[in-house]
């Protein structure tokens, strides 16, 4: 049993894959500029070291927020858990 794929499907899969690849494009080049990626700091004024400093310490004290209630969601579920087996 073979699968066959027509050409009009095979375009559409093409331009979907295009798309995708632009936008990752994007993203990534609306990152470098948020972030200032790939500008050496000597060539920063001062006023973009320090949304430099900001933004990077504003990202990650939101990964250290996901990160400690991911943490917290676990724990609770654990001890549900564990109730659950002394309950039975």
Same mark, same amino acid.
């Given at each position: 049993m073979s699968i066959t794929i027509t050409e009009a499907e095979l375009a559409k899969f093409?331009?979907?894959? #295009?798309?995708?690849?632009?936008?990752? $494009?994007?993203?990534?080049?609306? /990152? &470098?500029? /948020? /972030?200032?990626?790939?500008?050496?700091?000597d060539q920063l004024s001062d006023e973009q070291k320090?949304?430099? &400093? #900001? *933004?990077?310490? $504003? *990202?990650?004290?939101?990964q250290l927020k996901s990160y400690y209630k991911k943490k #917290?969601?676990?724990? $609770? #579920? *654990?001890e549900e858990s564990r109730a659950q087996v002394f309950e039975e």
């Open positions: 093409k331009k979907l894959e #295009e798309q995708s690849n632009k936008r990752k $494009k994007q993203i990534t080049n609306n /990152y &470098k500029k /948020y /972030y200032f990626v790939g500008i050496p700091d320090n949304l430099k &400093k #900001e *933004r990077i310490i $504003k *990202r990650k004290n939101l #917290e969601k676990a724990k $609770k #579920e *654990r």
